[in-house]
């Protein structure tokens, strides 16, 4: 054997033994990240024929299948539908102590499009600051997250794709896609450049070439080892609270609200018949245009939310409505940042859904009941106004009803449901409990309303001690609320 | 008032009393429901027009969200696509204790898709076959199943079509389909009269006039109220064992299987690579042809289920393939048929997907710890084997693979983990109690494989004493069923 050539089989053969203790470490990282509740999200973007489901497979062959999951957003039916861009990557985090591969996501996602031109210079920079804000949500909320761009030289490409062709069997892999990328290498050579230049504000792009095979394998691989142990080593990271500027509406506080209005009973009826004819015409147009309308509840027990939701419910086509009511959560929502919860319950485009209960939840019963830490619901007022910009920049509608009735009113209501034997499954010792910390959940009300009322999601006080009063006057802002957005949209 | 007038406008009254007194009535069996964890279908059929939508409006409209949900399968994305014919409906069936009231379904995805001559008779059958399969098991799974189909005559059709039309509004609610089914009217008839009458094997139908208006709603009210009443009074229903014909695979017991096999690690890693090379080939053919592949572990603890699928996996295109790792039921799937979370986890067709234990835990765990009746899982032979014909009339192949070891190996291997830091979390209290129930264990496997090797769906024992030869053996008997898959598919 020459010199070099036994050179090369030592290279080799070393390369071969770096991989198998990589994957040794990273078998046994398996268990400390579970141990330690850590979810980690590595997001392998990249050329198309670059390698990137070849390079998952090598870095995912020795780990227990219990712990990870291969997801492709782009072949997800969802991706090319009818909601928000990051929605099916949200949908797509880890539960904690496990890893999700994600084989290209909200790079190649942006990007196909602005170079498609199906959306614009201005809405790709909303995206991008999207993205911005959804990795840093995740990295603040305790995810470890690694983005791996796979890198090939245009010559390389072709080649690979004409193998690809070549074959009865893998022609069908090589998309037309593929073929105007190869096409407009340049063009995507530059956005990818500043794609990656323009989202590294949370989460930090690593580059590697896919050029090198096993030892891509290896690089990828230690990179992710190292990422893990440094993780472990720092324990589950919590994100500092900050202060982004939103334009608010100066809101009241809840004791400057005046609880008297009430409306006659025949003046509700014909009020009630008017409005709810004219919501199921606006469901109509609303379908048509495709607009997504939000709608969420948020209330003192008992305050009369149920009611409320109903009669706004009752005129719609149930085809294109959906309730949420939400409860505490179950394990593997409670697994997941908590915004997750309701991102894989958005509504499609012309839906509407009502959230009986939303994620205010975080600065409410979390905040009041130690579910979360200080710095994680102080860090929510930001983070949920981000989501609902999220939601209003995609088109939709975004109203949020406080419900609201004294504490005279409530105490009436409790002991009413009390003695009425069809009631009493609606009063449990939680709500008692829960009105013995009146005051401080006065206090966080009142903070969560001046944080979060924005201008394109704004909060409304529904004096409710009347809940027909309360009907009607949310039933009346709804209404005016979609007119106005159907109108724009013409 | 004239005397006629008068009749009439006594008898309005008299109807909105009665909607009035059977919605609270139906307000109240929500709380009986609940306390008698009884899940309540109710399928919506009828002519386009007939108003599924506005009825199903009028029967919810008092109830509690948190208890209910509306359903349009025919406008889910699922519904158009590469998944099995009743995966949206079975996607979509309540949980103990709620409603779901379905805005079509079954019927109207098979009538319309036999009318389109998008599948043949001969596959129309094969479904109504199926619907009744899938309506049995829910009835003998405790569920409560209404079934309405809502008529009106051609004339009425034609006008409520042609109103719709005229608003600009509510001119996309007409869609094309609409119009040929209006334009077709007589064939309709005559496919949904027959398809009435040929699923009425475990459920019957209930037609209901669309022409009355209030009077529809207060009948519909009526037959929902009255079937909830006798549900409850009799209590949730639990299906008789029964015995239907499948052709079987004689098997032969574990006892009789020689374990002794072994392979030499030269061939071992000789025969891995060919393999998995030819699997990966595979892949791409079977994803070119859109068949799915769905494979099924089941075996003794550390008889070595992981390391072979890992083998499987490997030579897979991670995007193209799914491993489910089965645990104890999550709350929201054990408040489900039992193969709910089985039917939500299917491929896309062209996709694999392996499952790290099955929905044979019924006759093994559940029947062994008394996690469901004697009379569920003596069902649930024929229920498990109508559930995999479903799946290979859809096209997909099916293979089961007992992995097999002897008890001596077993206690060698949960040993080893004992003693090997890096494996304990393999090993746990349960591995060892299940141990001691070998005996108990035997008896249930044996007559699983018994009863449930189908030519369709076949049982393989896979001796695994020595773990390389298991992986081998598994490997040559998917690559052999794939290849011959792929064959028959030219």
């Known amino acids: 054997m020459s010199d070099s050539k036994k050179k090369k089989s030592e290279e080799k053969a070393k390369l071969r033994e770096e991989i198998k203790s990589l994957r040794a470490r990273l078998v046994a990282q398996q268990q400390q990240l579970r141990a330690a509740k850590l979810p980690v ?10 390698g990137k489901g070849s390079l998952i497979k090598e870095i995912i062959s020795e780990i227990d299948p219990r712990f990870y999951q291969v997801i492709s957003p782009a072949i997800l039916p969802e991706s090319e539908s009818r909601y928000p861009f990051l929605y099916p990557f949200a949908k797509a985090i880890p539960e904690n102590g496990k890893l999700v591969f994600l084989d290209s996501g909200w790079m190649e996602s942006a990007v196909r499009k602005v170079l498609r031109r199906e959306i614009t210079r201005e809405e790709y920079k909303c995206r991008l600051r999207q993205i911005n804000e959804f990795e840093r949500q995740l990295r603040d909320g ?10 090939i030289p245009r010559e390389e490409q ?11 069997d893998t022609e069908w892999r090589v998309t037309n896609d593929d073929l105007w990328q190869y096409a407009e290498y340049p063009q995507f050579k530059k956005t990818y450049d500043e794609f990656m230049e323009k989202t590294e504000e949370a989460v930090s792009w690593h580059v590697l ?52 209005p009430v ?16 919501l199921s015409e606006l469901h109509n147009m ?44 179950e394990p593997h929502e409670l697994n997941r940042q908590f915004l997750w919860r309701f991102w894989t319950r958005l509504p499609r485009s012309g839906h509407i859904c009502i959230f009986d209960r939303t994620w205010y939840g975080r600065v409410m019963v979390e905040r009041l009941e130690g579910f979360c830490s200080e710095k994680d619901w102080q860090r929510a007022y930001n983070e949920i106004n981000e989501f609902e910009r999220t939601l209003t920049d995609w088109g939709a509608v975004v ?12 105490l009436a209501r409790f002991t009413d449901r009390q003695n009425t034997p069809e009631k009493q499954w609606k009063i449990t010792d939680e709500d008692w409990r829960n009105r013995e910390k009146w005051p401080e959940y006065e206090v966080a009300v009142d903070e969560m309303l001046q944080k979060t009322s924005t201008k394109n999601a704004p909060w409304y006080i529904i004096e409710s001690n009347d809940k027909k009063y309360a009907r009607i006057k949310t039933l009346r802002l709804i209404v005016k609320t979609l007119d106005k957005a159907v109108k724009e949209h013409f």
């Open 158 to 168: 072709f080649a690979r794709l004409k193998v690809l062709r070549e074959s009865a």
């Open 209 to 260: 070439d896919g050029m090198k095979k096993k030892a891509t394998v290896r690089d990828a691989l230690k990179l992710l080892v190292t990422k893990i142990d440094k993780a472990l080593e720092q324990g589950r990271y919590v994100g500092e609270p900050f202060e982004e500027k939103f334009p608010l509406i100066k809101m009241p506080t809840l004791k400057e609200v005046d609880l008297s």
């Open 142 to 151: 305790g995810y470890l997250v690694l983005k791996i761009f796979l890198d």
């Open 399 to 410: 109203m949020k009803f406080w419900i609201h009735i004294d504490q005279d009113t409530q």
């Open 41 to 50: 999200l590595v997001l392998i973007e990249g050329w198309s024929a670059a």
């Open 286 to 329: 609303l379908y048509d245009r495709k607009i997504p309308v939000i709608l969420c509840y948020e209330g003192w027990d008992a305050a009369g939310k149920g009611g409320n939701i109903r009669r706004v419910a009752y005129p719609l086509d149930p085809r294109g409505v959906d309730v949420h009511p939400i409860a505490s959560p």
């Open 263 to 278: 409306i006659s009973d025949e003046e509700y009826k014909k009020e009630l018949k008017k409005l709810q004819s004219r």
